[in-house]
Antibody, heavy 121, light 110 residues
Framework: QVHLQESGPGLVKPSQTLSLVCTVS??????????WSWIRQRPGKGLEWIGY???????NSNPSLESRTTLSLNTSSNQFSLKLRSVTAADTAVYYC?????????????WGQGTLVTVSS | QSVLTQPPSASGTPGQTVDISCSGS????????VNWYQQVPGTAPKLLIY???QRPSGVPDRFSASKSGTSASLAISGLQSEDEADYYC???????????FGGGTKVTVL
């Protein structure tokens, strides 16, 4: 069973950088076959894919956020992380980390519980 | 504006069947499988259907789904009160090289 857990500050000031870490257990983040992903959900809104990092280190981000997003893996800690720069109130959301399988199905089969990040001064 | 289009709401009485549509394009649904997620308010989404019609273990067979061309649909038969949730379709998008979601459909059991 794969388990994911998000961690990071729940409050970030406008113009600063939002930093979140996802700790994975039950599978190695360096093993092929999974895109380690971030998804967010603004209050009362739907799901928005932010980006993923592949075990090789290759990353891809939603074009709407790409210029502000950095994704990375920490294989020694079995974690992956998200940095979102220059945040505004519009970045207030619940942030989820999830595993996206790289097989044909490309499904999010395991999710973290989510962490609420509020952008406010 | 979501890449995949879903109706914002659907409803039915206990025991009825509710259908949810999901419309996309050739770069996503037309060329890839569709997955559906159920999200009970206040919780993380849960995989409900994958590969357009397959159910993960533990998902009741009241949930079924299909895909045709650039559209997909989810059916909930024998509607139960615990089915009240938001339902999202998703598919890989070849142009984006990433996943896209529908805007979600809120299912209400009357």
């Amino acid at each position: 069973q794969v388990h994911l857990q998000e961690s990071g500050p729940g409050l970030v000031k406008p113009s600063q950088t939002l930093s979140l870490v996802c700790t994975v257990s039950g599978e190695s983040v360096s093993r092929g076959g999974s895109y380690w992903s971030w998804i967010r959900q603004r209050p009362g809104k739907g799901l928005e894919w932010i980006g993923y990092v592949y075990p090789s280190g290759i990353t891809n981000s939603n074009p709407s956020l790409e210029s502000r997003t950095t994704l990375s893996l920490n294989t020694s800690s079995n974690q992956f992380s998200l940095k979102l720069r220059s945040v505004t109130a519009a970045d207030t959301a619940v942030y989820y980390c999830a595993r996206l399988t790289s097989s044909w199905t490309r499904k999010f089969d395991y999710w973290g519980q989510g962490t609420l990040v509020t952008v406010s001064s | 504006q979501s890449v995949l289009t879903q109706p914002p709401s659907a409803s039915g009485t206990p025991g009825q069947t509710v259908d949810i549509s999901c419309s996309g394009s050739s770069s996503n649904i037309g060329d890839n499988s569709v997955n559906w997620y159920q999200q009970v308010p206040g919780t993380a989404p849960k995989l409900l259907i994958y590969s357009s019609h397959q159910r993960p273990s533990g998902v009741p067979d009241r949930f079924s789904a299909s895909k045709s061309g650039t559209s997909a649909s989810l059916a909930i038969s024998g509607l139960q009160s615990e089915d009240e949730a938001d339902y999202y379709c998703a598919a890989w998008d070849d142009s984006l090289n990433g996943p896209v979601f529908g805007g979600g459909t809120k299912v209400t059991v009357l």
